[in-house]
């Protein structure tokens, strides 16, 4: 039942775990502990089970309620080469055509909106539908990636050519000095949509009537106090910037891979198995993925992977159907005689592993990651050493953070052909799996 007295927030993710998750639990926090009603805005994709596993579980509390927004057709506006971003930004702008519409008809009127960064659209929507309510973007990542975005247009401005080519490193205002190179992948290509689709949303920020930031003061100390000293970045306004950080989830949807991930976990000895993930939407080239097989066998160790088909288009992402059962047999795209040789003391996942839990489970020693930054919280929050091994957008930047400044993993080094090949795997498996070492500092 609607409770007028109770405050209403609406919510507003792009699609992917990666920003459904945090503003899920955001929402999920607003009604559990702080007696609020939530409505959560659902831009469906070509369907992601774990996705619609998450968002329609029987078990959600009450006063949480799911709108789906109507399925829409890209097929003609993207193709098999589409980068991550421009995807999801395709995706999410067809989707909110209808927003406006969508506004009007809720039954009740929120009475303020948190949406993530690639849905600024809302700001336009919310014009009409629900005229005055204050907007809220969720930035999901951490404070160094959005000093770095705040600054863009700036950049954008003052900078000719590529950005990659400047011979010295950027100084966002207040923040340490930041090599530009390989930090955030969608700003590496001017020409590119990629960057063009970014920069649209960021310049947008400003009009946010505060910025959330998962991200925490004793993390971040240098980037939140510059980012809240600074009302303006030369002439651009800086929202009120707000660290509510970390939202992690609690809970993850039950299925039948998760109850075998565990039920194999339990069989394992406490701190013995190296959980192997590249979030929702990392995938390895063929090559790339025989490497890091033959590393996790050389390395002795056991191991939880879940592992998906590779691919040689550099482009290439699960993010639009992570999670989807594949039925391919792994043996397929994996050396056989890798899957032999590792049997007894591995679990190959090839669909949607239950990643909280897992952290969370006795027998899990340390964590190979893209380091989504969801799934450098979730790791440093269950106290899980990390390996780090970024793959796009602002991973690289967190990979560095996590070995240099927080200090909770190891980073791979990348070889010849931007290999990182397997003897470099076994290296970096055994530092943060064998007791003492590396792995005795980091916990
Ligand atoms: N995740 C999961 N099982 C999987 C893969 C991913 O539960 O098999 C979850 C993970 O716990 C995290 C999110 O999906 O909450 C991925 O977010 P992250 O920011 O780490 O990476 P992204 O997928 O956005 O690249």
């Not at 930035?139 to 160094?144: D, E, G, M, N, V």
Request: glycine letters at 6%; a negative charge.
């Amino acid at each position: 039942q609607f409770s007028p007295k109770k405050p209403h927030v609406a919510f507003l993710p792009s699609p992917g775990l990666g920003h459904v998750t945090p503003l899920f639990e955001l929402a999920k926090i607003l009604v559990t502990n702080h007696g609020f009603h939530a409505t959560f805005l659902n831009i469906t994709t070509e369907a992601s089970s774990a996705q619609n596993n998450l968002l329609h579980s029987p078990n959600l509390p009450h006063h949480l309620h799911i709108v789906d927004l109507p399925p829409i057709d890209i097929s003609n506006l993207i193709n098999s080469q589409t980068p991550g971003i421009t995807h999801l930004c395709i995706n999410t702008n067809e989707s909110l055509k209808c927003l406006n519409k969508v506004l009007n008809q809720l039954p009740n009127k929120p009475q303020a909106l948190v949406i993530d960064i690639f849905c600024t659209q809302a700001f336009d929507a919310c014009k009409d539908a629900v005229p005055n309510i204050p907007v809220f973007t969720f930035f999901t990542a951490s404070a160094r990636p959005l000093a770095l975005s705040l600054f863009l247009p700036q950049l954008d401005r003052d900078v000719e050519g590529e950005f990659v080519d400047l011979p010295h490193p950027v100084q966002v205002p207040g923040c340490e000095p930041v090599q530009i190179k390989g930090m955030l992948d969608q700003i590496m290509n001017r020409k590119s949509d990629e960057y063009k689709w970014y920069l649209h949303h960021i310049s947008r920020l400003p009009m946010a009537a505060g910025i959330l930031v998962n991200t925490w003061e004793d993390l971040e100390p240098v980037t939140l106090r510059a980012l809240q000293e600074h009302a303006f970045y030369h002439n651009i306004p800086i929202p009120p910037v707000h660290p509510i950080g970390p939202v992690i989830k609690e809970t993850e949807p039950v299925t039948q891979t998760g109850s075998e991930c565990i039920a194999w976990l339990n069989k394992q000895p406490s701190n013995s198995v190296l959980f192997v993930s590249f979030g929702s939407g990392g995938i390895l080239t063929t090559k790339q993925q025989n490497e890091l097989a033959w590393g996790l066998q050389l390395s002795g160790q056991r191991f939880l992977w879940v592992v998906r088909p590779p691919s040689d288009d550099s482009n290439a992402t699960s993010f639009f159907n992570a999670g989807n059962d594949d039925s391919n047999y792994v043996g397929s795209y994996l050396p056989k005689d890798f899957v032999e040789k590792t049997r007894k003391r591995s679990m190959l996942v090839t669909s949607w592993a239950p990643q909280m839990k897992i952290l969370r489970h006795p027998s899990t020693a340390s964590f190979l990651t893209h380091c989504g930054w969801n799934s450098v919280l979730e790791s440093v929050a269950n106290g899980v050493p990390m390996i780090a091994w970024p793959l796009y957008a602002e991973q690289r930047m967190n990979a560095m953070m996590v070995e240099e400044e927080i200090g909770v993993g190891v980073k791979v080094a990348v070889g010849e052909g931007g290999l990182v090949g397997r003897e470099e795997v076994e290296r970096v498996v055994k530092m943060v799996m064998v007791e003492g070492g590396k792995r005795k500092a980091i916990k």
